[in-house]
């Protein structure tokens, strides 16, 4: 996928004739007019290579829908995320270190499923694995072996090669093609019913206001290739969202949980398909006036058809319903997967990144309330640094950005911390904590001794850890190794180098406030230097400007 302030990251933008943060009216302008209006060429190509491969699989792997040519079809698109050439292809050109060649370099960082284990560096054997079983799918995918067994060889070795790092597994989409692929050993019907429970979780995580406030026009609308052209329809002249699109933003997250419970409790062949259609239609919808992934909603909509014949035809077997061992692991797998990891997601989304997978394994589709975190660093640190020493990539990064870096409050970064924490005023956020962590009583000092560095900025900019970003995942903490190895800090980090700030997500049942962190790198959890704030709920603060036409915008 595309990621905002790409071109940035390419080195493509003029700094000289880049318009200073202070000149934009607001954050959300500079998103729509520089972001969106940067990306909207990428966006438009990724849509017509789209079209064209839509066309071209329709006429050849799309054309049968049968088990075996769903498996095949699952294998090749894993296969592609693996390598990086899926829709994150445009990451690895931005990465200093692209996402494949990273997994195959012996001494490349990595996130290791057992970190007291395994080493935080890609080993011969770890990078060995990876290439085995790439080469062992492109034999499996050209010879068409689809049987059982190399389903579960395909699935067992990639998992083997998923232990030296985790970076690999979810960037994979797991829960959207392994875990897809995996079902199909079990009943004929299970896909269809984990499809059913992708549809029902995504639109009913997306009923709280982050997506239909915030989401659905700064970033799903935003940055289509067709949608930002009519920008002005969805946001008003002050670039807030209209009341119109909030409605029609939640109206969809409703269709798609209505579409999702229709296919879990309908009897195919009758009702049911008109509930099919409707997250076929669904899907249309995201492929033309959405940001994308492109390519993954058809092979959804391949999926979906498939499994719905497979779902009929098993219908109508003599036993189909009978409560034999595979229909007792069925229900298990498609128990866990559909409903397990998801309520946790419900319940404790901290919990859900560090151990369940994140909140793509649960199917939380583009709906936002994720953490975020950017860290501080300290420039005197920088200043006597060499480009070439540990955790080169990195280094050199940090030392690119602190050029001509004077002020913090000026940073554009700032804005884009905005985008990704669902509206939220982070630096109001440091305005408000910074004293407790870094020591000093005037802001003025503080502007102009730290450097503000996003966490999603390493991962576009340096090594490219994770294709399908998400920073609950335990990925997110390597990336302050990494940077504290970059200042040299291997041992012993003196305090006041490094602060980190955390927008935590909220707890979707029930949750009413944003938790805020701002904390030297060296303090404990349960330190008094550790700045806590709860916050409103970023997004409604929009809705609240909008009806308050006197309280001036931020």
Not at 217 to 232: E, H, T
Request: glycine share 8%.
């Amino acid at each position: 996928m595309v990621l905002p302030g790409l071109l940035e990251t390419l080195g493509r933008s003029e700094k000289s004739s880049e318009r200073r943060k202070s000149e934009w009216s607001s954050a959300q302008e500079y998103i729509v007019e520089k972001m969106g209006a940067e990306n909207l060429r990428i966006t438009q190509l990724r849509l017509v290579t789209a079209l064209l491969w839509t066309l071209i699989a329709c006429c050849t792997i799309y054309r049968r829908f049968d088990l075996p040519q769903l498996r095949w079809v699952l294998m090749l698109h894993h296969l592609m995320a693996a390598v990086g050439v899926d829709e994150a292809i445009l990451m690895s050109f931005a990465a200093s270190e692209p996402f494949a060649l990273r997994l195959l370099r012996p001494g490349a960082p990595v996130t290791p499923w057992i970190p007291r284990l395994l080493p935080r560096k890609q080993t011969v054997l770890g990078a060995g694995v990876y290439a085995g079983w790439v080469l062992l799918a492109a034999v499996q995918l050209i010879t068409y072996r689809v049987a059982d067994q190399d389903v579960l060889l395909f699935t067992g070795i990639f998992l083997l090669a998923c232990i030296f790092d985790r970076g690999l597994f979810h960037s994979t989409r797991p829960s959207d093609i392994l875990k897809f692929l995996v079902s199909s050993l079990l009943r004929p019907d299970s896909t269809y019913m984990l499809l059913a429970c992708l549809y029902f979780w995504s639109g009913f995580y997306k009923v709280r206001g982050f997506f239909h406030g915030f989401v659905f026009q700064y970033q799903f609308l935003n940055f289509s290739g067709v949608s930002w052209l009519f920008r002005r329809c969805y946001l008003t002249q002050d670039y807030r969202p209209r009341p119109f699109s909030r409605l029609f933003g939640q109206f969809g997250a409703w269709l798609e949980t209505f579409a999702g419970l229709g296919m879990m409790l309908s009897a195919l062949p009758h009702p049911g398909v008109v509930f099919v259609v409707l997250a076929l239609a669904m899907h249309v919808f995201i492929f033309f006036f959405g940001m994308g992934p492109f390519r993954w909603n058809v092979m959804t909509c391949y999926m979906l058809l498939c499994s719905t014949k497979l779902r009929m035809e098993s219908a109508g077997m003599p036993g189909g319903e009978a409560w034999t061992l595979p229909s007792v692991c069925c229900a298990l797998y498609v128990g866990f997967f559909g409903w397990v990891i998801p309520g946790i997601g419900c319940l404790d989304p901290e919990a859900l990144g560090r151990y369940f997978g994140g909140y793509r394994m649960a199917t939380f589709h583009f709906a936002g309330n994720e953490m975020y975190h950017a860290l501080l660093v300290c420039k005197d640190y920088l200043t006597s640094l060499e480009p070439s020493g540990p955790a080169g990539s990195v280094r050199k990064l940090l030392l690119e950005r602190r050029q001509d870096y004077l002020r913090l409050s000026e940073d554009l970064d700032l804005f884009t911390a905005l985008l990704y924490s669902d509206g939220l005023d982070v630096e109001g956020a440091l305005r408000r904590g910074f004293r407790r962590p870094s020591g000093l009583e005037d802001f003025e000092d503080f502007d102009r001794k730290y450097m503000f560095v996003p966490i999603t900025w390493l991962n576009c900019r340096g090594p490219l850890l994770n294709t399908k970003w998400d920073e609950s995942l335990p990925i997110t903490e390597s990336f302050v190794d990494l940077v504290g190895e970059a200042l040299g800090f291997e041992s012993r980090m003196p305090r006041g180098a490094i602060l980190v700030f955390v927008a935590h997500p909220m707890v979707w049942m029930g949750g009413q406030r944003k938790l805020l962190e701002l904390f030297d790198l060296t303090d404990s959890k349960w330190c008094e230097h550790r700045w806590r704030e709860e916050v409103d709920l970023p997004w409604t603060q929009v809705t609240e400007e909008l009806e308050d036409k006197k309280k001036p915008l931020l």
